[in-house]
């Protein structure tokens, strides 16, 4: 329930204060703050836990790009929404310069704020936060708080697991697709979004271990999913930096004709990394899963500084979409601009483009009037367990069931 969840206001209009608060109420909020200074903010943020920091990009006291400085600083920091009342670009420029940071941006809104960014907002808490009695917050520094034997024994008991996307194509509306997700139901904490713990992963040499598990549920739920009729290909998210190793395309093969799931229905998202590898190891460990038959997509294109270079050099056959070009594109020249531009390029190299992202049925539609072929995002389902997908794959038209081979 919405009661559950506490937001923070920073704005020093103190008639649009009001406004803004009233509409959090409104909407089923029982906690609501406001901090007219960027200091008032960040000492209420030191004495109080918030889901969700609602902020001015020009707090009085401090910059926008100071005050996310130090709010990255904070022990705790709640989920972050940005409004102005200025240019677009600004605002997407502040809101990259708090992802990289490690914030939480879940919106970014230009003035003035109605009650349909007050639910968009609403939405994303409810779909990702966790649980009221541990908010859903990023640790500055999560590897000194998860030590290597706590994250192995997760991953070995299952409470790490996979959860899984839907991913929907534009011209029929019915899932192709299900991405796996890491989730983490921690005992203290509640449940938990990667980017909680994916740094103390990193940090402890445990990425290969969270592949294999991934891995593992996503070939177990194709299996349960093929037996009740769906043949529902899976995708796995890979960082460069494992293909490295040069026997990594030979252990994935063996590990999923083991299970007896097709290789063509295993795709694997690399994940761009500044730490990469060679790029002769990473071309030909990539051209080798290519060869065995697995799908190779390109996740967050549009993110990374060498997103272009790698698309053309690698045999990829998906093109997604990161959402920085995608959520408010519809309703911003500039970003729909560069995302027209990345979809037909993707289509043009005779790549399936996917747009991650999706929150709007307008951003939806303006996806399915450029041409791009599919769609995951909070607006088609946020992740789920492997029960709750055969759900959603049950809802579906019954036509595009295949029966199990």
Sequence with gaps: MLSHYSVLILDYHLVQCAQI?????????????????????LERMEAHSYHLLLMDLNPPGMD???????????????????????????????????????????????????????????????????PAAHPNVLISEPESMFDRRTLEKALESGQIQAWFQPKKALNTGNIVGAEALARWHHQEYGFMLPASFLSAVRHHGLDRALLDKMLADALSAHRGWRQLGFRMPVSINLPSRLLEDPMLPDELYRQVTMQGVPIEDVTFELLEDENCLTAGQYYMSASRLRLKGFGLAHDDFGKGCRSMFMLICTPFTELKIDRALVSGAADDNVRAAALLSSVHLGR?????????????????????????????????????????????LADEPQPYAVHSL
Excluded: W
């Design 64 to 130: 926008g790009e100071q005050f996310i400085t130090e709010l990255a600083r904070q022990q705790r920091c709640p989920m972050v929404a940005i409004a102005t009342g200025g240019s677009r670009r600004i605002m997407n420029s502040a809101s990259l310069i708090a992802k990289e940071k490690g914030l939480a941006v879940v919106g970014a809104f230009t003035r003035p704020i109605t009650r349909g960014h007050v639910q968009a907002l609403a939405i994303h808490l409810f779909q990702s936060a966790a």
């Design 21 to 41: 608060s009233a509409m959090f109420l409104e909407a089923g909020f029982d906690h609501v703050d406001i901090a007219h200074t960027a200091q008032d903010a």
């Design 348 to 392: 043009q190299l005779g790549l399936q483009v996917t747009a991650e992202g999706v929150e709007t049925a307008r951003d939806l539609e303006f996806l399915r009037h450029i041409g791009c072929d599919c769609v995951q995002g909070y607006l088609i389902s946020a992740a789920v367990n492997a029960h709750d997908f055969t759900d959603l």
